[in-house]
């Protein structure tokens, strides 16, 4: 129920090819659903983030989609740059968890130049 | 943006020994922080969440007398890990959630502390 399922766990994207990761949940409780940008070594940095009430939200390159009866969301990565190569975390957090937030297993992605 | 700031950065302890991370919201008050550990090439997994002002929730499976944590203050929590052993090497990550936050909302995360345990 707590869980959440990111796929895949590893991507390779040519520059100026969209990446596209995909997570899903299951507790219909959660109301926040942010993306994490990982560097080697450092630690995560909130990219963008959604709540349940909206479909979409574009910010720059980077697109959540959000689909509430599939129970799914999505990050689209435009135009990707080798510089957007790291590891990618959705998470979810709400509902009687609270505060607490739910990651999901990461997604390495390469932006091949 | 909101800063969060993890002291050491890296730490190589003898085993047996106790180290302390020190978690500070720079340029707000946290009401909330959260640790977590992280293992090479895996996902965060949550440690504890520990609120100003009273004990620390821990997860299930996470030793909390291993594990301490303290969140004196709305700007610092630390995490003392006790009688370090090699297992414990890994890389610990705090986040905090600032006042204005509501019932689930952005998390500020620090750089990191590499715990090499030897």
């Known amino acids: 129920q707590q869980q959440v399922k990111q796929s895949p766990q590893s991507l390779i994207v040519q520059k100026g090819g969209i990446s596209i990761i995909n997570c899903a949940y299951e507790?219909?409780?959660?109301?926040?659903f942010p993306w994490y940008q990982q560097f080697p070594g450092k630690g995560p940095a909130l990219l963008i983030a959604?709540?349940?009430?909206?479909s979409e939200k574009k910010e720059g390159r980077f697109t959540i989609s959000f689909n509430k009866s599939a129970k799914q969301f999505s990050l689209h990565i435009m135009d990707s740059q080798p510089g957007d190569s790291a590891t990618y975390f959705c998470a979810a957090s709400g509902g009687t968890g609270g505060f607490k937030t739910i990651f999901g297993a990461g997604t390495r992605l390469f932006v091949k130049a | 943006g909101a800063v969060v700031s993890q002291h050491p950065s890296w730490v190589i302890c003898k085993s047996g020994t106790s180290v302390k991370i020190e978690c500070r919201s720079l340029?707000?008050?946290?009401?909330?922080m959260f640790w977590y550990r992280q293992f090479p090439k895996q996902s965060l997994m949550l440690m504890a969440t520990s609120n100003e002002g009273s004990k620390a929730t821990y997860e299930q499976g996470v030793e909390k007398d291993k594990f301490l944590i303290n969140h004196a203050s709305l700007t610092l929590s630390t995490l003392t890990v006790t009688s370090a052993h090699p297992e414990d090497s890994s890389f610990y990550i705090c986040s905090a959630m600032g006042l204005a936050g509501g019932p689930s909302g952005e998390l500020f995360f620090g750089e990191g502390s590499r715990l090499t345990v030897l």
């Open positions: 340029d707000f008050q946290a009401t909330t």
């Open positions: 507790n219909t409780a959660f109301d926040y």
């Open positions: 959604i709540r349940p009430d909206v």
